[in-house]
Structures are given as C-alpha cells and as structure tokens.
C-alpha cells in the first residue's frame, strides 16, 4: 500500500535562511512524487514533482527537492525563505501500477520576518 | 474560463439531507479525483475517475456516491449527509501524459456543514 510521512506538523524559519520540508514515502515500484502547496482558503497548487531522471528537480518560486531512493525520501528545499513562502505544504506519492495518488498530513511552513 | 470549478463553495446542510457537490473542468482531463480536507488528516482521497463511466473508491468512500457521464463533471453526492462528513471538499483532474503528466490542479474547494 502507498503511504507518506510529513513527520513535522510545521516548521519555523527566518527570511533569508535555507528551508527544508520533510517527507517520506512508501510504494511499490517505481515512485511518481509531488509537492503542492496550500495557501488560506485556497485550493492546493502544484509545486513540482519527480518522475524519472535527475534527482534534484526544480519548481515554482525558486522550491527544490530531492529525490533519494535509498532512504525513500523526497525533501523540499529552498535556499533562502521568503514571508510570502508561508502556507501549508503536502507532499504526495504515486505508484507506476496506477494513478491514485496519496497525499501526506501537511507540514505548515511559518517564515518570520 | 478555463479551469476547475466548483460548486458551491460553502453548504450547510441538516443531518439526514442528500447533499451533491458539483465540480467542473474545461482541459477535458481524463482523470478526475474527489478529496476530503480534515484537521491532521491532510487530503484523503473519497473516489476516482478514468474516464467518462469508470469510476472507483479511495480511501474513504463510505456515505459517497460518484457519477461521470460527461468527460467535464464529476459530481460527489452525500446520500444521508452526517455530522463526520463536515468537511471541506476538493476536486481535482489531472491527465496521465505528455508535459504536465501526472500532477493534479485542483478547484478552490467546497466547506460543506452539517449540523
């Protein structure tokens, strides 16, 4: 069965510092992973995803993420945070033998002027 | 325009009423999916839809029903609606190839109450 883990219910981070949003999965076969983000009252918006190919995929406003097969995981990341970065972000993962895709609990990002 | 929609965007409904959420898509995306948005639980995934007549159960499909007889609606009804179904409730498609394979866009949500 396909699950995530976002083991942080929110992170805290300066503007101007490095963010990392966390997130494992677990799936049979090759793993298709994405980010979305949440704003107030908004529906989620596609942040970016990895298919196949590099490990280090690059999304909307300046976000990144990793892929590592190893450790199952698919950390976002972005080098310096901005306020505007604050909002509540999922993590989700889709297996190759179909097209449900299962969607973390969330981690919400605060950035502190 | 063009894009996902839904309707309404906030219902409050009494116990025991039939409820029926619309959502709408102009991309002519294949795959259309039902969410629910609860406190701790993130999004979990009521019903699915391939394609125009095939639909399957997520995660959580007790109370629900799903319909698609046109590629562009796919509406979700709450038979008997109950109190645990308070919610907000996202709909969302996605195409399967091409350059934005995969990833799913999402409409604005429906907050739906029962009290």
């Known amino acids: 069965a396909q699950s995530v883990a976002q083991p942080e219910d929110q992170v805290n981070v300066a503007e101007g510092n490095p963010l990392t949003v966390k997130c494992t999965y677990s799936?049979?076969?090759?793993?298709?992973l994405f980010w979305y983000v949440q704003y107030p009252n908004r529906g989620l918006q596609f942040l970016l995803k990895?298919?196949?190919?590099?490990?280090l995929v690059k999304g909307s406003y300046g976000f990144e993420a990793e892929f590592n097969k190893s450790q199952t995981s698919f950390h976002l990341k972005k080098p310096s945070a901005l306020v505007s970065d604050s909002a509540l972000y999922f993590c989700?993962?889709?297996?190759?033998?179909?097209?449900?895709?299962?969607f973390g609990a969330g981690t919400r990002l605060f950035v502190k002027a | 325009d063009a894009g996902i929609t839904q309707s309404p965007r906030y219902k409050i409904t009494e116990t025991g009423r039939q409820v029926t959420l619309m959502c709408h898509q102009t991309?002519?995306?294949?795959?259309m999916f039902w969410y629910r948005q609860d406190l701790g639980h993130g999004l979990r995934l009521i019903y699915y839809?391939?394609?125009?007549?095939?639909?399957d159960k997520g995660e959580v499909p007790d109370g629900y029903v799903v319909s698609r007889s046109k590629t562009e609606n796919f509406p979700l009804t709450l038979e008997s609606a109950t109190r645990s179904q308070t919610s907000v409730y996202f709909c969302?498609?996605?195409?399967?190839?091409?350059?934005?394979?995969?990833?799913?866009?999402f409409g604005p949500g429906t907050r739906l109450t029962v009290t």
């Open positions: 969302a498609s996605s195409e399967p190839g091409g350059r934005v394979s995969y990833e799913q866009y």
């Open positions: 799936v049979s076969g090759n793993p298709y």
């Open positions: 990895y298919i196949t190919g590099d490990n």
């Open positions: 989700a993962v889709r297996g190759t033998g179909g097209f449900k895709t299962i």
């Open positions: 991309w002519s995306h294949s795959y």
């Open positions: 839809s391939a394609a125009a007549d095939i639909t």
